[in-house]
């Protein structure tokens, strides 16, 4: 955000309005992943930190999300009628814009922390190791 230019702004604003034209689940009743939704939440999350400036800062953001990933998909069924992600994304950006790089990096990180909260608190996912 410090090296903010416009290009970098107006990557991050066209990667949010793609993810925000496609929803998450491919039914609004009950989860059903969207196989499109994901490529594009990655785009918005690396066009979000893509000004750094750093290639290696960016292969490490990387390597996390890939790590990250496999736990979202655990988390996303059962985070789908409780969650606003959009809102999330938001926020973030908003945020981003604005130069606001506290609160972007508090939001970004309540961000992650809710996905992790929700797969914790999941007893279900965890009874085969309790037993």
């Given amino acids: 955000m410090a090296a903010h230019t416009c290009e970098w702004e107006e990557a991050l604003v066209l990667a949010h309005h793609r993810l925000t034209r496609t929803p998450r689940s491919l039914s609004s009743d009950r989860f059903e992943d ?34 990250h990933h496999r736990y979202r998909r655990l988390c996303a069924p059962r985070a789908f009628a409780k969650r606003g992600v959009k809102t999330e994304h938001q926020q973030l950006m908003e945020a981003a814009i604005a130069g606001n790089a506290d609160e972007a990096v508090a939001l970004l990180r309540a961000h992650f922390e809710r996905t992790a909260k929700i797969i914790r608190d999941d007893r279900e996912l965890f009874a085969s190791r309790a037993a």
């Fill in 34 to 67: 969207n196989p499109e939704w994901e490529p594009l939440h990655r785009a918005f999350h690396r066009a979000l930190i893509s000004g750094c400036g750093s290639r290696w800062l960016l292969a490490f953001c990387e390597q996390l999300a890939d790590q």
